[in-house]
């Protein structure tokens, strides 16, 4: 039988794996879908074992997967390879296997170079391949088939992200009983723009089978429902809308959720007497200059990367900065290497660095410390502590995560963050000093600003940022989705309730369009 047909019996799920539970298929109450398991393989002494993956999605889904009996679908990480189904901490993990084709067709070509790039304003042209369609659209069907198997009946199952598209519409069909949600992690493009797409609407049919899709901003709720109405004909009213016909219809609710972070977690490593001595250690290492600025991002062209260096290079060149006194740390954290818009965008990052370090740079000092490799996360908050002014210049954003983890870690309420006005995160954190990044001279005014702010106006404006990061997090996220989505057909009448920390469940009211609830999701891809 197929990968797509054949449920895996449990049994041992490979290197370092334990084995699964006696359970039937088909007895979990909650299940979690998404490109990636919530774990990752490592090598310790030659033994191969599994750990729990880094962000905020993992943990924020940690305490109901342990409350709901829950089950994660994904893909382990490995192409050609398939494992069993297993239990790892508080997951009962169900993998989807890959082959290495469909690594590139579905995940690195129509996810990636079609998708991504079109969602994100089309900042690198998007690429329209049938062959890839057709890949992305079989590996959508065996995600669906694979949560089918493992969802109880009356069970909520919670679908992630771009690259599963097609799954909630896919999963009606399969199990018309479960109560399906849907988060967009990134943004969702207006009409003129997603209307590019050959397969626009295989597209919105497959979002439209969800009871309830939540996205980052008001803004990308609103788009969404501009393209259902433009192009399946169906019209929202007060964020609903009806599909299907007789018995078998139902109302799909679009709103937004803002993701945020752990920030307690954040403010109790940023609190640690070790990182702030490494955070001194660092300035020390930069050569105790006056002023850190600081870019922490994926090796991505939303980020803005390269715009954020040529303002620098170009204060320099103008010796309105000077090497020694300032000092820029870029941290590019390596992705999608083998997609070749970023090998071409490393290419030029890489020598647009070298150029400027070649002009500016002295015996003593580095005019641009760029880093193209990933830290433990105790690291980048003590860099996160070193730094005085964070520049976060992306060109198009879901969230941006990375400005409200600096947020959290500046607990003495120091420092200033110069934040992208097309990040999701700038609705939330109005405070910062808000840029467009394709304005290079306002982003150069921005960093001149952010450098001689008066420490009164700079703590005023991170205190403010600081109580909106803080009451907002990534618990508050998950619970307020998975609230709303068990009101959507009726409560515990009409689904099976999923119990989050702290909260009563399947009560409330539909959330209203422009939730300003918190958090969730890390840096890691799921």
Same mark, same amino acid.
């Given at each position: ?11 041992? /799920?490979?290197?370092?794996?334990? !084995? /699964? ?43 109901? +997967? ?24 508080? $997951? ?20 990636? /170079? ?79 723009? $997603? ?92 050569? !105790? ?10 090796? !991505? ?78 690291? +980048? ?17 879901? +969230? ?61 404006? +991170? ?12 618990? !508050? ?50």
């Amino acid at each position: 039988m197929s990968a797509e047909q054949s449920p895996a019996a449990p049994g041992p /799920a490979g290197p370092g794996a334990p !084995d /699964a539970p006696d359970a039937p298929e088909g007895d979990y109450d909650f299940v979690v879908v998404s490109n990636r398991l919530p774990v990752e393989r490592v090598l310790e002494h030659g033994e191969a074992s599994w750990r729990p993956s880094p962000g905020g999605l993992v943990a924020a889904l940690s305490p109901v +997967m342990a409350r709901n009996a829950g089950a994660w679908v994904g893909w382990h990480g490995a192409a050609d390879e398939k494992l069993e189904r297993f239990d790892h901490d508080v $997951f009962h993990l169900a993998p989807v296997p890959l082959s290495a084709d469909e690594v590139r067709e579905y995940y690195e070509g129509f996810s990636n /170079a079609t998708l991504w790039p079109l969602y994100h304003d089309v900042i690198a042209p998007p690429e329209f391949h049938r062959a890839w369609w057709n890949v992305y659209r079989r590996v959508n069907r065996r995600f669906a088939s694979r949560t089918a198997e493992v969802a109880a009946p009356g069970a909520t199952v919670w679908v992630q992200d771009y690259q599963l598209q097609l799954v909630p519409r896919m999963l009606r069909e399969l199990r018309p009983d479960l109560t399906i949600g849907f988060f967009n992690h990134i943004p969702f493009p207006p009409l003129e723009i $997603f209307g590019q797409l050959p397969w626009r609407r295989a597209i919105l049919d497959g979002l439209s089978g969800a009871d309830l899709i939540g996205f980052q901003r008001p803004g990308d709720a609103q788009n969404f429902q501009r393209c259902v109405r433009r192009f399946l004909g169906v019209a929202f009213r007060q964020g609903r809308a009806r599909f299907g016909e007789g018995e078998d219809a139902w109302t799909l609710r679009a709103h937004s959720y803002p993701i945020s972070i752990d920030a307690a977690a954040i403010e109790e490593i940023a609190s640690r007497p070790e990182v702030r001595a490494r955070a001194e250690e660092i300035r020390h290492e930069l050569g !105790d200059p006056e002023t850190v600025f600081l870019g922490v991002d994926r090796l !991505d062209y939303t980020k803005g990367i390269l715009h954020r260096i040529k303002a620098y290079g170009e204060l320099l060149e103008e010796a309105k900065l000077t090497v020694g006194p300032s000092v820029l740390v870029q941290v590019a954290n390596p992705s999608r290497e083998r997609v070749e818009s970023y090998v071409h965008l490393r290419e030029k990052v890489e020598g647009l660095v070298g150029h400027l370090n070649g002009q500016h740079d002295t015996i003593s000092h580095t005019a641009i410390r760029y880093l193209h490799h990933g830290y433990p996360f105790e690291e +980048m908050v003590a860099l996160y502590l070193a730094t005085d002014v964070m520049l976060v210049t992306s060109l198009r954003d879901g +969230m941006n995560l990375v400005a409200k983890e600096y947020v959290a870690a500046r607990t003495d309420g120091s420092g200033v963050l110069v934040l992208s006005e097309f990040t999701g995160a700038a609705e939330q954190l109005k405070k910062a000093l808000l840029i467009n990044p394709h304005d290079i001279d306002g982003l150069k005014e921005a960093m001149l600003r952010a450098r001689s702010m008066p420490p009164a106006e700079a703590k005023k404006r +991170m205190r403010a940022m600081r109580r909106q990061v803080l009451g907002n997090d990534v618990n !508050d996220w998950s619970e307020t989705f998975l609230r709303d989505l068990a009101a959507t057909r009726g409560g515990p009448e009409g689904t099976t309730a999923v119990t989050t920390p702290g909260t009563t469940t399947g009560t409330t009211a539909d959330a209203a369009a422009g939730s300003t609830a918190g958090s969730a999701a890390g840096r890691k891809e799921l």
